[in-house]
């Protein structure tokens, strides 16, 4: 994997989604697409196993860095890993199925683009709410971020479509060189 255009892209889609946030906000003030997701779902697809692994916990460090918490006192903190775990977990599950996956159809990227964050999410849930039950002074509701990231993760599906065809024409310029078997397609080289 060409790790300089992995990055370039991935500042490209970070650029996109904070800029795009107010805009494709779904009307409640939390509920919009991640942009990010779609691209660790194609990585997962197509790199080999370390390299998608490591590639997911650059994006999650990298969103756990942009996206501060809401402190009880007015300001902001941010916490390095939440991200970073879930987004690791959402790529292994990519990693477990992507045999089984046909990788050039823009509804498969659909598919494991919302899987994949939603298990992120529920991972980032479950830290929050782990670190909520000592003395935390974040505002923190489990039962609010879960209905609030189901509907994110829903939305994220439209910015994976949109996204596999960009994703799906830059992937000769990401040089993934492994042959990853499938199970009802050809081999990929």
């Known amino acids: 994997m060409n790790w300089f255009v992995f990055a370039f892209v991935a500042w490209i889609v970070f650029g996109l989604e904070l800029a ?5 906000d779904a009307g409640s003030g939390s509920v919009h ?13 197509y790199a080999p196993r370390k390299q998608a692994l ?18 009880a006192d007015g300001g902001s903190v941010v916490i390095v890993g939440p991200h970073a775990l879930g987004f690791l977990l959402g790529c292994h599950f990519i990693l477990t199925i992507r045999s089984s996956l046909i990788r050039r159809n823009p509804l498969t990227m659909v598919i494991i683009s919302i ?4 298990i992120a999410s529920i ?13 935390n002074p974040l505002i923190w509701d489990a ?10 993760s829903l939305y994220t599906g439209l910015s994976a479509l949109l996204l596999s065809f960009f ?23």
Request: proline letters at 7%.
């Open 20 to 24: 795009l946030l107010p805009i494709l």
């Open 33 to 45: 697409p991640s942009m990010v997701i779609p691209l660790m779902a194609f990585v997962a697809l």
């Open 54 to 71: 490591w590639s997911a916990i650059i994006l999650g460090v990298v969103m756990d860095l942009v996206s501060p918490m809401a402190r």
């Open 115 to 118: 899987a994949a964050s939603f």
């Open 123 to 135: 991972v980032v849930i479950a830290i929050f709410t782990l670190r909520d039950l000592g003395t």
């Open 143 to 152: 039962g609010d971020e879960l209905v609030q990231s189901t509907f994110s």
């Open 167 to 189: 994703f799906f024409a830059l992937a000769p310029t990401f040089g993934f060189h492994s042959s990853v078997p499938t199970r009802f397609a050809r081999t990929i080289k």
